[in-house]
């Protein structure tokens, strides 16, 4: 059973958390068409412009559902005493105020923030009101990033304005917890990144003007260039024309016309035309090389593989035994990142001592290199024991501080749990078995 989102709300002080929020007519924004040149970078226009931008390329939208899902479907694994195991995977199944999917619904919020601001994600820690540092966290929950802005301080990093007229609020250290990808170096961007979304722009644009532009061309929704005519007048061509569509309408077609023929009306004057386009494709283009340098670009833009995007093509590009390659790669760029910032914000900022939380592998290849690389450091330990470098007891040692082993291999009376944490309902469904199966019993 998860945590009701009436205790969540009252330590939270995001707009949404309000009791009379659901009350209050739906905020509409006018969407009016933008252009390619966006906001300067690092500032809060730029982010809605991005926001706005992606959802309008398909192939970048994809790629973002794909890299946003990828890591919303992973499993986490929660290690520790079987008490503060049981309370804070509560806790984080409960995320997000429970709102949709709880824990999956606020993965998918925090990556996308992630990958399409540069402001970054930003995840609320749930405290009483008059909470400390030292006051455990009831609960988290993904905060509006174009809500957010960093103070640069340290102490109070970010200030939160609302969109209800309410005065701004300031966060503590310990009320919140930042993250961007690719953080700026300079120190006036306060902590700012450069997300996906801006590294695949300029390529994102080219790609969406020549979709417009084709989109535009088969509608016939513009005009696309100019005809220069000599030897004919131009009411008698424009009614040659009107004449041979309304015969073509006539006999149904309505979609792709047959030509025009228009006689000269002196047979002395040749009639010559002259067609100067006013927009095209530039010179030499190939949709299918450049859709293969889109992915190619999309790839290293979310730090990943192209086989992530599309099967990979054949001739120069790669081969199949690359793409197994370029994926073991990719595993420790643009989503590992992502992933550690995740871990290591929950185990600093929420979980308390002796818990660990950790992303748990749902990829194949990953885990079978994982057992293998823990049986080779085995071996050597093996070996280093019966040469008497090392006892038993510090290979256990080393064992436990290479993550092969839990420590409470080194604690045996600390009631330690290792769970992996699939979903609610299989968590729910274990419950209901373990219920059933005490009352069977009594």
Same mark, same amino acid.
């Not at 309410?166 to 993250?179: G, K, S």
């Not at 100019?226 to 073509?248: C, T």
């Given at each position: 059973m998860g945590i009701s989102p009436a205790i969540l709300t009252e330590d939270s002080v995001q707009d949404r958390a309000l009791r009379d929020f659901k009350d209050q007519a739906p905020i509409t924004f006018r969407l009016a068409a933008f252009a390619d040149e966006l906001p300067a970078y690092g500032t809060r226009p730029r982010d809605v412009a991005l926001d706005r931008f992606w959802k309008t390329e398909p192939l970048l939208a994809g790629? /973002?559902?794909?890299?946003?899902?990828?890591?919303? !479907?992973?499993?986490?694994?929660?290690?520790?005493? +079987?008490?503060?195991?049981?309370?804070?995977?509560?806790?984080?199944?409960?995320?997000?105020f429970g709102q949709g999917n709880g824990w999956i619904a606020f993965v998918f919020k925090v990556a996308q923030?992630?990958?399409?601001? $540069?402001?970054?994600?930003?995840?609320?820690?749930?405290?009483?009101?008059?909470?400390?540092?030292?006051?455990?966290v009831h609960g988290i929950a993904h905060i509006d990033s174009h809500q957010c802005f960093r103070t640069g301080d340290p102490i109070q990093p970010v200030r939160y304005e609302s969109q209800r007229g309410?005065?701004?609020?300031?966060?503590?250290?310990?009320? /919140?917890?930042?993250?961007s990808d690719m953080p700026s170096p300079r120190e006036e961007m306060k902590g700012i990144g450069f997300?996906?979304?801006?590294?695949?722009? +300029? !390529?994102? *644009?080219?790609?969406?003007?020549?979709?417009?532009?084709?989109?535009?061309?088969? !509608?016939?929704?513009?005009?696309?260039?100019?005809?220069?005519?000599?030897?004919?007048? +131009?009411?008698?061509?424009?009614?040659? /024309? $009107?004449?041979?569509?309304?015969?073509?309408?006539? =006999?149904?077609?309505?979609?792709?016309?047959?030509p025009i023929l228009v006689a000269s009306m002196d047979a002395s004057v040749p009639v010559a035309a002259e067609l100067v386009e006013l927009a095209g494709l530039p010179d030499g283009y $190939?949709?299918? /090389?450049?859709?293969?340098?889109?992915?190619?670009?999309?790839?290293? !833009?979310?730090?990943? $593989?192209?086989?992530?995007?599309?099967?990979?093509?054949?001739?120069?590009?790669?081969?199949?035994?690359?793409?197994?390659?370029?994926?073991? +790669?990719?595993?420790?760029?643009?989503?590992?990142?992502?992933?550690?910032?995740?871990?290591?914000?929950?185990?600093?900022?929420?979980?308390?001592?002796?818990?660990?939380?950790?992303?748990?592998?749902?990829?194949?290849?990953?885990? =079978?290199?994982?057992?293998?690389?823990?049986?080779a450091r085995a071996q050597s330990r093996a070996v280093r024991i019966q040469s008497g470098e090392i006892t038993v007891e510090q290979a256990l040692e080393l064992a436990v501080a290479a993550g092969d082993a839990p420590e409470s291999f080194l604690e045996p009376d600390v009631d330690v749990v290792d769970t992996v944490v699939r979903s609610l309902a299989t968590v729910q469904? *274990?419950?209901?078995?373990?219920?059933?199966?005490?009352?069977?019993?009594?």
């Open positions: 790629a /973002i559902y794909s890299m946003t899902a990828k890591v919303a !479907a992973l499993d986490f694994r929660l290690r520790g005493p +079987r008490r503060l195991v049981t309370k804070y995977r509560r806790i984080l199944l409960s995320a997000d923030d992630m990958l399409c601001a $540069d402001n970054g994600a930003f995840i609320e820690l749930l405290r009483p009101p008059n909470g400390s540092a030292t006051t455990a309410r005065p701004p609020q300031v966060f503590n250290w310990y009320e /919140i917890l930042p993250m997300c996906a979304v801006s590294r695949i722009l +300029r !390529a994102a *644009q080219t790609m969406r003007s020549i979709s417009l532009y084709k989109r535009q061309k088969l !509608a016939g929704k513009r005009v696309p260039g100019m005809l220069f005519v000599q030897g004919i007048s +131009r009411e008698y061509l424009k009614r040659s /024309i $009107d004449v041979a569509i309304e015969e073509q309408q006539s =006999q149904g077609q309505s979609l792709y016309t047959g $190939d949709e299918d /090389i450049a859709m293969k340098w889109y992915i190619a670009n999309l790839a290293l !833009a979310f730090g990943t $593989d192209y086989t992530e995007f599309a099967p990979l093509p054949g001739g120069n590009l790669g081969s199949a035994t690359q793409a197994t390659e370029m994926a073991a +790669r990719a595993r420790g760029k643009g989503p590992g990142a992502m992933l550690q910032q995740f871990e290591f914000g929950l185990n600093y900022w929420v979980l308390p001592n002796g818990l660990e939380f950790q992303f748990a592998s749902s990829d194949a290849t990953a885990e =079978q290199q994982r057992i293998q690389q823990e049986a469904k *274990q419950l209901e078995n373990l219920q059933d199966r005490y009352a069977s019993r009594s």
